[in-house]
């Protein structure tokens, strides 16, 4: 049986998303009493491999630091974290088709410009904030730039989205657990709003 290439299958769902509809939240700048991503580093990834979350970590700091600079975000940088966060030398555009789910979904080639173009709209005012962090991440789970650690490199790039904007969440473990499908608008847009919720809430609520 031949499976589907989830990558356009995205890409056509991605047109269709009604992104403007996010559930509203306050986009001014705000630190939470908790540093979500990192905590969720040092409990979740420390207790798969302390090396895997120390690295993830290093990376962390280095898109924080990438976003508090205003670097718009790029492949380049999301090559840059990805050596980090798999201690290689070399973290290239794939120039093969990807597997994932044991073979469940396959993402097919696409011009790499297309991918720069993705990355670029997360920087666009138009769309809510929470809309573009979750839009980015979805695209680097769908497009699978690299050979591996794609999840890490879509948690980094909404970090990253939501750190330029001087916001710092308490809870990510929601987000890097969320089931994803390629075909799924619906589900994008909950995901999106998943993103605004986390935004908005307090630290009582965590």
């Not at 580093?41 to 508090?68: C, G, K, M």
Request: overall charge positive; hydrophobic content about 45%.
């Amino acid at each position: 049986m031949t499976v589907p290439d989830h990558l356009r299958t995205w890409l056509a769902v991605r047109e269709s998303v009604s992104w403007y509809e996010v559930r509203p939240c306050d986009e001014s700048p705000s630190t939470s009493a908790r540093d979500g991503a990192v905590h969720d580093i040092r409990t979740y990834d420390h207790a798969r491999s302390p090396e895997r979350a120390a690295r993830l970590l290093a990376a962390l700091d280095q898109a924080r630091t990438d976003a508090a600079a205003g670097t718009p975000l790029s492949f380049a940088l999301l090559s840059a974290w990805q050596r980090r966060v798999l201690g290689v030398p070399h973290a290239p555009f794939r120039v093969h088709p990807a597997f994932a789910r044991k073979g469940r979904e396959r993402y097919g080639l696409v011009d790499s410009r297309r991918f720069e173009t993705c990355l670029g709209e997360c920087g666009d005012p138009v769309i809510p904030l929470a809309a573009r962090a979750a839009r980015v991440y979805l695209d680097i789970c769908f497009f699978h730039p690299f050979d591996d650690g794609n999840a890490r490199s879509a948690f980094l790039a909404l970090d990253f989205v939501l750190t330029r904007a001087g916001i710092t969440i308490g809870q990510v473990g929601p987000l890097r657990r969320f089931p994803r499908r390629a075909d799924d608008a619906g589900g994008a847009l909950v995901f999106a709003d998943l993103v605004s919720v986390l935004i908005t809430a307090k630290p009582a609520d965590l």
